[in-house]
């Protein structure tokens, strides 16, 4: 899945005029898709899913915070 995000990812910027919202928007959505992995990988089986779903939770919420789409 991560290689089509990335291919998807490679057209649009190459495709169009680049523009650094946009950019900005897809790299915070890369992040969280990141900690997504990282939390399920390194903590799976060792906290509850809930717990690790609260994690992820917060921690996208800090980046969204952080960098606003608007």
């Keep these: 899945m991560c290689n089509d995000i990335i291919k998807i990812k490679n057209f649009v910027m190459n495709t169009f005029t680049p523009n650094p919202h946009l950019e900005m928007l897809m790299q915070r959505e890369q992040l969280m898709e990141d900690i ?9 089986g060792i906290i ?14 800090a980046v969204c915070r952080n960098f606003p789409a608007d």
């Design 36 to 44: 997504d992995a990282i939390v399920d990988g390194e903590l799976s």
């Design 48 to 61: 509850s899913t809930a717990l690790s779903d609260e994690l992820v939770q917060r921690l996208c919420d």
